[in-house]
Structure formats: C-alpha cells, structure tokens
C-alpha cells in the first residue's frame, strides 16, 4: 500500500502547536477502540426534548452515550451545564481547500472548544466529499493498474492532516485525531457498497467504474467515529436505502476501513426520517422500524449498532426511533 506523506513546511509548526495546547476543565466521553457506545443527535430542540422525555420508556441522556451536534444551546436537556455534552462542527467544504497545517488546527480549535460553545471536546467534519476520494480513470479497462494518488488531493491533504493530529495526545483522552467524528455521505457509502473488488470500485463488468478511497481512507482510519449517512439526501421525507444497501453497505465499509487498520469499533450508522426501505419485507413495520431491522439483518450492521445509533432530522419517526433505541440498549 503506497504511503502518503506529509505535505509542506507547515506540519511541523502546527504538530507543535497542537502538542502546546493546554487542558480546559470540562468532563469529556471517552475515545478510542474502547469507548461506550455514542449516539449523535442532530436534530431540532423539539425533537431532542421528545427523545429526552418520551411519552413511554427510558428517555437519551448523556450518561447513555448521547451527545448533540452544535448549534445546539439546549444540549441534552441535562441538569446544569450543557456544554460538555455538545459536539462543535467543521463544514467539509471549507476543508476542501486547507493545506494540511491549517486543517490540522482548524480541527484542533473546535475540539478544544466550538464556535457555539459546544465543550464534549469532539468536532464532526459535516460532511466529507465525494471530492475526497481519488478519480475513476475516463476511460475505464479491465485489469488497468490503479492510478497514481495525487499527494496533494484533499484525501491526500485530508489524511496528512489526521497524521499530524494523531501525532500528539489530547488532554481529554486519546490523540487529536481520535477527537474527529467525520460524517461520511450517501453517494460515498453507496459508491463502497456497489463497487466489487479489493479497493471497492470495480463495476459487474471488472472495470474501475468507481472512485477509489486510497488517498482518505487512511486518514479516516486514525478518526474517533465515522458515522455513514444511510439514506439518499433529497427529499421530504429523504429517500431511504433500498434493502439491499441496507444489506451490503455495512459490511463493504467494514471491509474498506480494515484494509486501513481502522477498527470498526469506530463505526455508527445514521438514521433519518425516510420512505420505508425498497424491497424490505412488508411485515416489518413503518419505516422507521424496517431500517432497524435492516440494519440487524446483518452481522457487520449488528457490529456497528452495538457502537451507538446516530439520528438526522427524524421528525415525526422519533417515538419509533427511540422504541427500537430502548430495545438495543435496555435500561
């Protein structure tokens, strides 16, 4: 596997910079491979009250790995101080650009405290670009070598960036890196879930229809949480996988990080407001309900559930969502 190295004179410097960094007083979630199962709420203060307090069971709390994606002044509703239990955010477009030093610290900035506030010392990238993977050739051929990763791409910058930051620890546990929760997209996590081959990106025919994610993936590998988009992003309600997505998504990017050492400890899966499933058997409830079961219809999504459920915008699927949350996480 070719390596990707650093990119210009200013790794260094910000290395340094994010070793000089000093403790800020707030509690934080643990990271790493061995942390408790977390679940991102990225949804309106409405829909976050309801989840806190449902009409009927145990309602989400931060003492239950739940955390809110900022802006979010309410929190988890939680007694206090709500701070440490928000999450800041970097757009992934105004990543797309940065050299690997400024991205480095642009994330290292909002872990040690986000623009809003938000102090659970993790910041999200909202989300990464399909523009982050490396190109399928214009004219593809079976059996044509792979092209040469470009060290200056944003996959290439983007995982020059995570090294640096995976250089030093963090004074809320583990390294910079495994401080970053990265969004991945539909049109990534569809584009692994079709592609065929080691890299993901071959077509039914054996041609490389499909980008590649050499030059991120290791980047993505060094990331505390990578929480893949299950549905399609246009829409209301948003299209949702077809069942067989929901089947093979899991596990091909389960496939794909480990080629990178990532562990998949670090997966999630993000629900939405959405259709009901294409090609799901019918006797599986609503929509939202069938998307669980496909997400448990699997091993790998079996693994990834166990990590903690994310949730986008589910509107008025937030008493089913928070009934299928209870039955994988009881108490």
Known sequence: MKRITLIGSGVAACACAVAAIGPVVASAPVVGPGRAPLTIVYDTTPTTHQLVFPSNGHGLTPKRGALRQDPAGS???????????????????????????????????????????????????????????????????????????????????????????????????????????VYIPPGIVSSIAVGRGPNHNLGRDGKPHYRTWRAVMPGLALAGGLHLEMYHGTGTPLTAFSASLWRTAPTAFLDLLGRYHGSQSTVHIVFSATTRPAGAPSGWGDAMATSWSLARSTAAGRVILRNGPDEYRIGGQAAEWMKQFNRQFPG
């Open 75 to 181: 929190g988890m509703f939680a007694p206090g101080d709500n701070r440490p239990f928000r999450i800041s955010k970097v757009n992934g477009a105004s990543l797309q650009a940065m050299s690997p030093s400024t991205m480095a610290a642009t994330l290292q900035r909002q872990i040690t405290l986000g623009t809003y506030g938000a102090g659970a010392h993790l910041v999200a990238v909202d989300e990464l670009l399909e523009t982050f993977g490396d190109p399928a050739p214009a004219n593809p051929q079976r059996n044509s070598p792979l092209t040469r990763i470009n060290p200056n791409s944003p996959g290439s910058r983007f995982t020059a960036a995570m090294r640096i930051l995976a250089g030093s620890q963090s004074p809320w546990g583990g390294t910079w890196a495994s401080r970053v929760e």
